[in-house]
């Protein structure tokens, strides 16, 4: 039982790790959010839009980054490649209610979205790359997903308004997905929670179960006890009133 709560635990920590990477990539989409939306600003000249759409990029290479760094226990969690079935021991039987199983798919079963969606510029020279495809694969078919990710860098060639608005429609759709897996991550702590709350009270029980076999009866030991001693008090007290009679004879005698 304590190492099913120790297994639990570690499903704990994992959800975590994960749930603490999506929030920074959630972080990063929403100031790109706030970028296409200042991008839309008509004053905004060609070295503007040119600066919204440097800090665009890196904000999306951290995005990359996130996604092909972040690790538990050496396991890539989004990454192409990560294991799509982690299973966590909650039970001493290997019975499959003994066992909670995060699944997904990591690459299949996603939606693409894409869109030729570059910052709006005044001029047809001065056109700026936003963002052309955001890939979302967060939800698996079989229960919880645990990886996915967002890739995508291809340069968009356009310059309306209207182009804004779909990479911030896109970026919208990427932060609603990201919100979704963040809440199931949290689901799951708590499943976790619950999880060592029961074990733990299991682990109290038997060992109560246990001491109630095995242990010994304080009050029924120190009865036994008592009774032992004045058992032997009186056996004491008869051998010396025994060793007593010769002598007696021989006084009577004597006199």
């Given at each position: 039982m304590n190492v099913a709560i120790?297994?639990?635990?570690?499903?704990?920590?994992?959800?975590?790790?994960?749930?603490?990477?999506?929030?920074?990539?959630?972080?990063?989409?929403?100031?790109?959010?706030?970028l296409a939306v200042q991008s839309r600003n008509a004053t905004n000249s060609a070295g503007d839009r040119d600066n919204l759409q440097k800090e665009f990029k890196q904000l999306q290479a951290e995005i990359d980054r996130t996604v092909q760094g972040t690790?538990?226990?050496s396991q890539a969690l989004f990454a192409s490649g990560a294991a799509t079935t982690l299973s966590f021991q909650v039970g001493a039987g290997t019975a499959s209610t003994d066992r909670i199983d995060v699944t997904g798919a990591l690459l299949g079963g996603g939606t693409a979205v894409s869109a030729a969606s570059a910052l709006a510029s005044t001029s047809a020279?001065?056109?700026?790359?936003?963002?052309?495809?955001?890939?979302t694969n967060w939800d698996g078919t079989n229960g919880l997903a645990i990886g996915g990710n967002i890739s995508g860098s291809t340069a968009g060639t356009a310059a309306s308004v209207s182009q804004v608005d779909d990479a911030i429609n896109i970026i919208d759709k990427a932060?609603?997905?990201?919100?979704?897996?963040?809440?199931?991550?949290?689901?799951?702590?708590?499943?976790?929670?619950?999880?060592?709350?029961?074990?733990?009270v299991s682990v109290e029980n038997q060992a109560a179960a246990r001491g109630r076999i095995m242990d010994a009866d304080f009050a029924a030991e120190t009865a036994n006890l008592s009774r032992s001693q004045i058992l032997q008090q009186a056996g004491t007290a008869m051998v010396a009133q025994a060793n007593q009679l010769p002598q007696q004879v021989l006084s009577l005698l004597k006199g």
């Open positions: 120790r297994n639990a635990n570690d499903g704990i920590s994992l959800a975590q790790t994960a749930e603490g990477a999506l929030g920074k990539i959630a972080d990063n989409l929403q100031r790109m959010r706030e690790k538990f226990n020279s001065a056109v700026q790359d936003l963002i052309s495809t955001v890939t932060l609603d997905a990201i919100n979704d897996k963040r809440a199931s991550f949290g689901a799951t702590q708590n499943r976790f929670e619950a999880v060592i709350s029961n074990l733990q």
